[in-house]
């Protein structure tokens, strides 16, 4: 079945990606992000590839260690963070190993990696496990972004034609604000959620509303057997 293929992450991806190096000092650290407008940075080795990730939750735990000094305190120095907060350089402070994702894969593996490891963004790296980018939960969601127009043509070049060639011609196809509307008779209405699923499968796609109809009273495989 000629179905277009999905979306990957190269596709949305921010290239090239702000990054550090694993011996960038603190307050670097806090410029570029500051700078850039990014929540975290991939920490890069000579040979370009990730070694760790530096977020905004792995900078504050100094700021938390600095206000119980300030107040007298011991609770900063015996926290769970205490170790970042004593941190100077990004290799110090990094969360590691980083959470990645490859450029070829899907943007539902991306969105899954995210949900499970609870990150709002994902170094992408290349075939030799080189960064190539970064992906972020914004980019993932510009595939929603994607014009009404261009899902009506791949609905009816990628499903519509395939699944019912004999009323291609007779299957109207509409989207707006992606959600897809299919009218229309059909030989076989087994193959109508066929379609749903398919269509509700393809980029972009906000919703379906199938109002697809058999031709007669006997459509289907058991009628063809009859």
């Not at 929540?39 to 760790?52: E, I, L």
């Amino acid at each position: 079945m000629p179905v277009a293929a999905p979306h990957i992450v190269s596709d949305v991806m921010t290239a090239p990606a702000v990054v550090v190096g694993s011996g960038t000092p603190f307050k670097e650290i806090v410029r570029v992000m500051v700078r850039r407008h990014v929540s975290a940075v991939p920490v890069v080795n000579g040979d370009g590839r990730v070694v760790g990730v530096v977020s905004e939750a792995d900078l504050l735990p100094k700021e938390e260690s600095r206000c119980h000094e300030a107040a007298g305190s011991e609770r900063g120095r015996r926290g769970p963070g205490a170790i970042k907060a004593e941190g100077r350089t990004a290799e110090e402070v990094m969360t590691a190993p980083a959470i990645t994702v490859g450029s070829g894969q899907t943007l539902a593996r991306a969105a899954r990696l995210m949900a499970v490891h609870h990150v709002k963004r994902l170094p992408v790296i290349d075939d030799e496990g080189r960064l190539c980018g970064v992906v972020s939960r914004g980019d993932l969601l510009k595939v929603f972004l994607r014009p009404d127009e261009d899902i009506e043509e791949e609905v009816r070049r990628t499903v519509v034609s395939y699944l019912f060639p004999r009323h291609a011609h007779a299957i109207h196809v509409s989207v707006l604000n992606g959600v897809v509307t299919l009218r229309g008779p059909v030989h076989d209405t087994s193959l109508i959620w066929v379609a749903e699923r398919l269509v509700g499968g393809l980029e972009g796609v906000v919703g379906v509303d199938s109002r697809l109809r058999g031709e007669g009273p006997c459509t289907g495989p058991l009628a063809a057997a009859r």
